[in-house]
C-alpha cells in the first residue's frame, strides 16, 4: 500500500514576528513542522508497522521547507517531495488544488493523512478541500485506525465530546487530530540517512499547472485600540448606597 503524508512550515507563533501593514506580508519569523502534522505522520508510521507499506511525506513550499521533510524521513517516512513555490503566498483552494495535481501525478495512493488544522491560521480547510479535488471519501479529526486493508478504512473518528466510528473504501483522506498518539522522535540513524536522501522536487509545471499564482492574502489586519482605563472603587456605607452610586457611574451621572 501507499501512504502520502501532507505537512506544512507553519509559523511558530511562540517566537515574535511582524505584519507589514501596507502589504500584510508576514516578515522575521521562524518557521517548523506543524506540530499537528507530526500526529499525522505519526499515525501513518503505526500502520507502517502493522503492514507492508511505503510512505511519502509531502510539502508545498521553497527549499528552507526541506528541513521539515528530512525530519518527517528521520522519523521513519521512506521518500520525500516538495513542490517548488512560495506556500506563504498562496490561499487554502490554491494549496490544494497542488496537493491533488501531485497526488495524481505520484499515482496508487491509498490513504492520505493530513494534520487536522495549522496552528498559525487554524482554517482547517485543506484536508476537506483536498479531498472534494481528488472526489475521495474523508474522515475528519480521526483519533483512531481500528482496520485497513487495500479495499476499506475503519477509523474512529472525535465528533465534540462524542466517538463516531466510520468505515469508508479506500483511497481516501483522512485528518489526525491530537489524540491518535505522541508523535515519536526522529531517531539518530535516521537523522543522518535524511541528510544523504535527496528531496524530489516538483514544479507546477511539472504538475501541467499553468496557472499563475499570485498573492491572495485571506486575513485581515485589526488594529487594537488602545484602551484609556480608570478604576475606582466604589464605597458606601451600606449596600442599597454602593449600588446606587454604581448606578449612576453606570448611567454616566457623577455624583
Known amino acids: 500500500m501507499k501512504f502520502v503524508v501532507c505537512i506544512e512550515n507553519a509559523f511558530d507563533i511562540t517566537q515574535s514576528f511582524h505584519i507589514l501593514e501596507n502589504t500584510q506580508e508576514v516578515v522575521n519569523f521562524s518557521q517548523i513542522i506543524n506540530p499537528w502534522d507530526e500526529f499525522a505522520i505519526e499515525a501513518a508510521l503505526l500502520q507502517k508497522e502493522k503492514m507492508d507499506c511505503e510512505i511519502i511525506v509531502l510539502t508545498v513550499g521553497l527549499e528552507e521547507c526541506e528541513k521539515s521533510l528530512r525530519n518527517a ?5 521512506d521518500s520525500m517531495i516538495r513542490i517548488n513555490i512560495d506556500a506563504n503566498n498562496l490561499n487554502q483552494k490554491q494549496i490544494s488544488k497542488i496537493l491533488s495535481a501531485t497526488l495524481q501525478k505520484i499515482g496508487g495512493v491509498d490513504l492520505v493523512f493530513l494534520g487536522k488544522k495549522s496552528i498559525d491560521f487554524e482554517t482547517g480547510t485543506i484536508p476537506i478541500m483536498l479531498a472534494h479535488y481528488l472526489n475521495l471519501p474523508f474522515i475528519a479529526d480521526v483519533s483512531s485506525i481500528e482496520e485497513i486493508d487495500s479495499r476499506r478504512l ?3 473518528s472525535q465528533i465534540e465530546q462524542e466517538k463516531i466510528s466510520f468505515e469508508i473504501s479506500l483511497p481516501a483522506v483522512i485528518s489526525i487530530n491530537k489524540d491518535f498518539a505522541e508523535p515519536r522522535f526522529p531517531s539518530f540513524l ?19 499547472i499553468q496557472t499563475v499564482y499570485q498573492s491572495d492574502k485571506e486575513y485581515t489586519l485589526t488594529v487594537i485600540p488602545q484602551r484609556n482605563i480608570q478604576t475606582e472603587i466604589i464605597q458606601g456605607g451600606n449596600v442599597e448606597e454602593i449600588v446606587t452610586k454604581l448606578e449612576n457611574r453606570l448611567l454616566g451621572v457623577a455624583k
Not at 190 to 206: M, S
Request: hydrophobic fraction near 45%; charged fraction near 15%.
Open 73 to 77: 524521513f528521520a522519523m521513519g517516512c
Open 154 to 156: 475503519i477509523a474512529t
Open 190 to 208: 535516521g537523522t543522518r540517512k535524511a541528510a544523504k536522501t535527496p528531496v524530489q522536487v516538483f514544479t507546477l509545471q511539472d504538475l501541467s
